[in-house]
């Protein structure tokens, strides 16, 4: 898979399954329950516990699956993610490093930031997005449109507090994507392997962001 072709699944789906559970077993559970859901994206943290041979395990066992890494902090933890087949890094913060390796290295990357001046370094150092995070503390998407009105050629991606109330206008505000975690698969579902209720929730959070395109073209029409 190209870099150009994970660009344009994330694009199209518009969700990012964050992935910070405390086995392996939780970790594949939740990725290919997401998978199973309609949503062929998962981003594994590397707060994981063996989170490169999680990246491997679903990464082989689904081609057509967008693996990425998160929380990646160095170089050496970014090449040992891509040698385990990740098509995406991202960090909570801008780690220039990462995002340099990532460049050279022809792999999507979207590094973390806060603070106008960092979504502008982020995107000076090469990010293909710059995720907002943690965007719902500071002000959801009143303040992620606050951002896009300056720097309208930076694609957002919304992470950090996103739930079924906030996720529509978080479309509408801009954001590309919405990276979601336990308001998509929640603990307890994870640890029960109720795989149906995290479907019910990947169903719901994939109509709120069609609905919130839709909407965006519509007023674009007027």
Sequence with gaps: MTKL???TQIENI???PGVR???PDDARFAAEAVYNSGIPIAEI???VPRAFGVIEHLAGKFPDMVVGAGTVLNVETAQR??????KF???PGLVAKVVDFAVKKDVLVFPGALTPTEVIAAWDAGADFVKIFPCSQVGGPVYLRSLKVPLPQVPL???GGVNQLSAINFILSGATALGIGAELMPPESVHRRKEEQIRELARRFIGMVKDGREQLREVANR
Aim: hydrophobic fraction near 45%; proline fraction near 0%; glycine fraction near 8%.
């Design 21 to 23: 559970v405390s086995t």
């Design 81 to 86: 993610c891509l040698d385990a087949g990740a």
């Design 5 to 7: 072709e994970v660009r």
């Design 89 to 91: 890094l991202t960090s």
């Design 45 to 47: 943290t590397m707060t």
């Design 14 to 16: 518009g969700i990012i």
């Design 157 to 159: 991606i919304a992470s």
